[in-house]
C-alpha cells in the first residue's frame, strides 16, 4: 500500500520559512517524479515544484528563487524548503508521485500552510 505524508506546514508571519516534509512507503521516491502542488481556497490546484527521477529540478514562476525541492533517498522523504513567504502563498500543500513510465499517480492527504500579514 501506498501512502504519502506530510508533515512541517503550520502559521508563519509574511517572510518567514517552513520546510514541509513527504514521508513516502510503499513506494521508491528516486524512481518517481515528485511533486508538490497547492490549492488555495476557492481556487484550482496548482503546481508548486517538482523533482524528477533524474533528478531535474522545476517550479512555478510565482515560487522560483523562494523554495526549494529536494530529496532525501535514504530517508525516502521529499521537502519543500519555503523562504520569503508571501501571505499568498497560504494553501493546503500536497505531495504527489508520478511513476514516469506509465504515469500511474499517488497523492498525500495535504498540509495546511498560512501565511500572516
Known amino acids: 500500500q501506498v501512502q504519502l505524508v506530510e508533515s512541517g506546514g503550520g502559521l508563519v508571519q509574511s517572510g518567514g520559512s517552513l520546510r514541509p516534509s513527504c514521508g513516502a512507503s510503499g513506494i521508491t521516491i528516486s524512481k518517481y517524479h515528485m511533486n508538490w502542488f497547492r490549492q488555495a481556497q476557492g481556487n484550482q490546484r496548482e503546481f508548486v515544484a517538482s523533482?524528477?527521477?533524474?533528478?531535474?529540478?522545476n517550479y512555478a514562476v510565482a515560487v522560483r528563487g523562494r523554495f526549494t525541492i529536494s530529496r532525501d533517498n535514504l530517508k525516502n522523504t521529499v521537502y519543500l524548503q519555503m523562504n520569503s513567504l508571501r501571505p499568498e502563498d497560504t494553501a493546503v500543500y500536497y505531495c504527489?508521485?508520478?511513476?514516469?513510465?506509465?504515469?500511474?499517480?499517488?497523492w498525500g492527504q495535504g498540509t495546511q500552510v498560512t501565511v500572516s500579514s
Open positions: 504527489n508521485a508520478v511513476y514516469p513510465s506509465t504515469a500511474r499517480m499517488y
Open positions: 523533482i524528477t527521477n533524474d533528478a531535474e529540478l
